[in-house]
């Protein structure tokens, strides 16, 4: 946090801006792909009754689950600061 009172300066409320939009779209984009892999079989050999439901149904649950945790790992990796200053280095040493 800034010194001017405890706000946010504009680079961080962006950088927040950023991330927050950067976890949303990961996150949807492995949630589908969940789904396709998961539910897409139901689909693909035409399958109906408890079958198909079954695999929607539990594509459709693991897609909500991974969509919750890419989130919530994305915003507090950002909250911590968990990027490294110096892409490709991992400790000041490197």
Known sequence: ???????????????????????????????????GAVAGPAYLFGLTGGPRAALVGSGAVSAVVVFLVRVVSVLVRFARGGQPSQPGRTSPDS
């Open 1 to 35: 946090m800034d010194t001017n009172g405890g706000r946010r300066s504009q680079r961080e409320r962006d950088a927040a801006t950023v991330e927050i939009g950067y976890a949303l779209c990961s996150a949807a984009f492995a949630a589908a792909v969940l789904f």
